[in-house]
């Protein structure tokens, strides 16, 4: 019953965990987002800038994917599926937190912290917060978990050639976003 | 992409973003998970689903049930009456007695004539002992715990089922606390388990209003992977108090499966002797 780690590299040679996880072992289910968490963990704190939401909107994604995980299509397409299921957690967190603002002005301490960090980088991260969710997803696998161009495109399920493409307009509005902060 | 600008370069990004992520505790939120997971049933795959199969694999499977059923239909029409089956008979204990000692309650057992393996323990605290009946040709299953007095089952609220609820340590009260829960419990009838007087209930999960009620069994050092005896599926529930409550979970995945498993289950109970028995 112990806990076995997955290898080196998780995004590859786990479609017989997931096949395992997906007829119910809770072994393999552990075993195979043991070594997803923390990414999960960072990409949802990264889009919403808020430690306690980024902790349920990835509770909520990883839930999500045990409960559903016997229609998983494609069990190669695991990686893919769950950083859908993450990103439409945090929409939801986003448009609850819209909501939230909408009826209570003064809900400071529910908003996103991205001020928090250095000067140095301060303008960089209130620009990050303008752009869209997307965006920041995709900026955030190619340049924070520094996946290459043909995992992000895994993750994202698209051609290398759309997540090349995808890449480059999120960078250009993230500095359009700087410019405009300036 | 590697491109830089001016104001942006990819060390600057890089620094930008590895702050905003700071401060996530995966660990944490690894064990939550866990913790929601052992209270939440997967969906089921729908039997037609044949997705991820291929166009190819699809014709194929189509083509090989055709004609399987033409086969089959073939022999049924032409074979012999079959030779009716002889009901499973209990079959007697053997002779070698095994002890194990690092069970809550120390004990030994004695296996059925004919039946291999042994009970087999998970956990590194207080275990769980198991056995299943594939060496005498059952799909059955028979688990042997501590009660912890918990019992997961179908919340009222997300947020609630994610605890287990506490039902009762004590055998009668147990079979009470999940049957509220919204097991599928018969009635409460006296037994015995080994040389321990006990109490037994039939289990038929089709009975309940929650159609998997799972046993909570905690301190077992099995970290996420805890073990929990799940009512899911027919069986019977014997409870005795050797000092701590344990339990005794019969299973198999259908009744008729049950009906072929529990005589040969009910001699290994019966080859179990307590210390702390009378």
């Not at chain 1, 995808?166 to 410019?179: F, K, P």
């Not at chain 2, 590895?18 to 998970?33: F, H, I, Q």
């Not at chain 2, 829960?181 to 321990?196: E, M, Q, R, S, V």
Request: charged letters at 20%; proline letters at 7%.
């Amino acid at each position: 019953m112990q806990l076995t780690a997955t290898a080196a590299h998780p995004e590859q040679g786990d479609a017989a965990v997931v096949t395992r996880a997906a007829s119910g072992d809770r072994n393999a289910f552990a075993a195979l987002i043991a070594t997803r968490t923390d990414r999960a963990l960072r990409t949802a704190r990264a889009i919403l800038g808020n430690d306690a939401e980024a902790h349920d909107a990835a509770q909520e994604a990883l839930v999500a994917a045990w409960v559903n995980l016997p229609r998983l299509r494609d069990p190669s397409r695991f990686d893919a599926w769950l950083n859908r299921l993450l990103v439409n957690e945090c929409r939801e967190v986003l448009r609850r937190r819209k909501r939230s603002r909408e009826i209570q002005a003064e809900a400071d301490s529910v908003m996103g912290d991205f001020s928090r960090g250095s000067v140095e980088t301060a303008s960089v991260r209130a620009a990050f917060a303008r752009i869209t969710v997307d965006e920041r997803t995709i900026l955030l696998l190619h340049h924070l978990h520094g996946l290459p161009l043909e995992q992000v495109a895994r993750h994202l399920d698209v051609p290398v050639g759309t997540a090349k493409s995808r890449l480059w307009h999120a960078r250009r509005s993230l500095e359009r976003a700087l410019e405009a902060e300036a | 992409m590697t491109t830089n600008s001016s104001r942006l370069s990819d060390d600057l990004l890089r620094r930008a973003l590895t702050e905003l992520a700071a401060g996530a505790d995966g660990d944490m939120l690894l064990t939550d998970v866990m913790r929601t997971v052992d209270a939440r049933p997967q969906v089921a795959r729908r039997p037609w689903d044949t997705r991820g199969w291929g166009r190819t694999v699809v014709l194929v499977a189509a083509a090989t049930l055709l004609v399987a059923a033409t086969i089959g239909a073939t022999v049924v029409l032409t074979r012999p009456q079959p030779t009716p089956q002889p009901t499973r008979t209990p079959l007697p204990l053997s002779t070698e007695v095994i002890r194990v000692p690092d069970f809550v309650v120390p004990f030994t057992y004695r296996l059925p004539v004919g039946m291999g393996g042994q009970l087999e323990p998970f956990g590194s605290e207080e275990k769980v002992f198991t056995i299943d009946g594939h060496t005498v040709g059952s799909s059955g299953t028979l688990e042997l715990f501590p009660v912890s007095g918990m019992a997961h089952a179908c919340g009222a609220s997300s947020d609630h089922s994610l605890r287990p609820s506490i039902i009762s340590g004590v055998p009668t009260a147990l079979l009470d606390g999940l049957r509220s829960a919204g097991a599928g419990i018969g009635p409460a009838t006296t037994a015995t388990l080994g040389n321990l007087p006990a109490v037994a209930a039939d289990v038929d999960p089709s009975l309940g209003r929650c159609p998997r009620v799972t046993l909570h069994i905690g301190g077992l050092g099995l970290s996420y992977a805890k073990y929990e005896p799940a009512l899911d599926v027919p069986g019977r529930m014997v409870l005795a108090q050797p000092g701590r409550t344990i339990g005794v979970w019969i299973s198999a995945p259908t009744a008729k499966a049950l009906a072929n498993w529990l005589p040969i289950a009910q001699t290994l109970i019966d080859g179990l002797s307590f210390d702390s028995g009378p």
